[in-house]
């Protein structure tokens, strides 16, 4: 996805530029600042979705931890001292 997203910004460059330099007028000013502007917004969103999972995935590594040590405490307190 994080790719597609950069193909998409990097079209959105040049059909801006082909508007700006009237290159043959492939894409039309507003067209290109529309396709730029939705493109970059889907990079963004992209890459905060992606931190968003990693910060995600360490919360419930966090959680599975605390859990692990509450049942090795629970078990600690059952076995008789030696």
Avoid at 18 to 37: P, T, Y
Avoid at 70 to 80: F, H
């Amino acid at each position: 996805m994080f790719i597609w997203c950069a193909i998409l910004f990097i079209l959105g460059i040049l059909a801006f530029a082909d508007a700006i330099f009237n290159m043959g007028e492939v894409f039309r000013r507003a067209n290109s600042i529309v396709f730029l502007l939705v493109s970059l917004g889907l990079l963004i969103r992209t890459s905060t979705k992606k931190k968003l999972g990693l910060w995600e995935d360490r919360e419930n590594k966090v959680y599975d931890l605390e859990r692990r040590v509450r049942q090795l405490e629970a078990e600690k307190e059952r076995q008789p001292d030696f």
